[in-house]
């Protein structure tokens, strides 16, 4: 066997630990009470800049960090999570609060105007005759996460990734 990185230089690559602006190839499954609520497709490692908005669960960037490549497992309590549930935001809705023909069921989403203008997902949780219960807490509110994954690389972002925010190349965006 030919060996034709030098040793200093592989070492750096191996050693390479997440940090913001790294480029962080990884697998993932998140687990709520242990259940299966979000993963990455079986063998498709997804590629993200590390530190960026990158659209994974909450609480992932947390756990990711410091981390070198291989298999992580952790558990992540709310307030570092999708934060705690907030009572305040259990309403009572009227029937006529919804828009005419949609479906009032428990578990169905909508968009909630709130008085200050702000606009949040919420979701039926129960319907009682015409009062119909909604949750505007964040699904996961409340809940401990837990992570179970493999990373699979943690490299260095190339000066347009940084630029765009985003990672590229495999598991990243193609553009
Ligand atoms: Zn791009």
């Not at 480029?23 to 490692?45: F, Q």
Request: glycine residues 14%; hydrophobic residues 35%; proline residues 8%.
């Amino acid at each position: 066997m030919a060996v034709t990185t030098p040793y200093s230089e592989l070492e750096g690559v191996v050693r390479l630990k997440v940090r913001r602006d790294a480029v962080v190839r990884l697998e993932y499954v998140l687990r709520v009470d242990g259940e299966v609520v979000d993963e990455t497709p079986e063998g498709e490692p997804v590629a993200v800049l590390h530190g960026r908005a990158s659209g994974l669960p909450p609480g992932l960037e947390s756990v990711l960090e410091g981390r070198g490549v291989g298999p992580f497992e952790a558990r992540v309590p709310p307030e570092l999570g999708a934060g705690e549930r907030d009572p305040g935001l259990v309403l009572i809705a009227s029937r006529e609060d919804f828009p005419p023909g949609a479906v009032l069921e428990a578990g169905e989403e909508f968009y909630f105007e709130g008085e200050g203008g702000e606009v949040r997902p919420a979701r039926i949780v129960a319907v009682e005759g015409d009062r119909v219960r909604v949750d505007a807490n964040p699904a996961l509110a409340g809940k401990v996460l837990e992570y179970t994954g493999i990373i699979h690389e943690v490299r260095e972002a190339t000066p347009e990734e940084l630029e765009h925010g985003h990672a590229h190349g495999e598991g990243g965006v193609h553009h």
